[in-house]
C-alpha cells in the first residue's frame, strides 16, 4: 500500500497538450470520488476537476473545455487529458481519491471544494506551461 502516483508532467509551450495519469493502488476500498488539484508557489491549492464512479464529471471554470477527466473501468486509473495550456495552467498537480463515499454529495457528484474529504494524496507532479 503506498499513495497515488502520478506521471505524465512535463514543460511544453503554450497551447500545447499533455495527458496525466495517476494510479491508486492497495488500498482495500475502492473511491467513489477521484480527482486532480494543482498548486502553484504562493497560491492556495485548488480543485481541477474530479469524477465519480459513476462517471459524474466536475471542472473548474478556469479549466472548462480544454481539460478532461477521465477512469478507467475499476475506477484505480486516473487521467487529466489537457489541451491548449496556458501559462497559467502551472503548477504542482497532485490526484487525490476519497474513501467511503466522504467525498460525494447528495446528488452524486464530487465538488471541488471538498478536497478535505479526500484520504489519499500523491506526492504531485509539475506542469510547467512556457509563453
Known amino acids: 500500500q503506498g499513495p497515488p502516483v502520478e506521471s505524465g508532467g512535463d514543460s511544453v509551450p503554450a497551447g500545447g497538450s499533455l495527458q496525466l495519469s495517476c494510479t491508486i493502488s492497495?488500498?482495500?476500498?475502492?473511491?467513489?470520488?477521484m480527482g486532480w488539484f494543482r498548486q502553484a508557489p504562493g497560491k492556495e491549492r485548488e480543485g481541477v476537476a474530479t469524477i465519480s464512479k459513476s462517471g459524474a464529471a466536475t471542472y473548474a471554470d478556469s479549466v472548462k473545455g480544454r481539460l478532461n477527466i477521465s477512469a478507467d473501468n475499476a475506477f484505480r486509473t486516473l487521467f487529466l487529458q489537457m489541451n491548449s495550456l496556458k501559462p497559467e495552467d502551472s503548477a504542482m498537480y497532485h490526484c487525490?481519491?476519497?474513501?467511503?463515499?466522504?467525498?460525494?454529495?447528495?446528488?452524486?457528484?464530487?465538488?471541488?471544494?471538498?478536497?478535505?474529504?479526500?484520504?489519499?494524496w500523491g506526492q504531485g507532479i509539475q506542469v510547467t506551461v512556457s509563453s
Open positions: 492497495g488500498y482495500d476500498q475502492i473511491p467513489t470520488c
Open positions: 487525490a481519491a476519497d474513501d467511503y463515499g466522504r467525498a460525494l454529495n447528495a446528488v452524486g457528484w464530487c465538488p471541488l471544494a471538498r478536497s478535505d474529504a479526500y484520504s489519499y
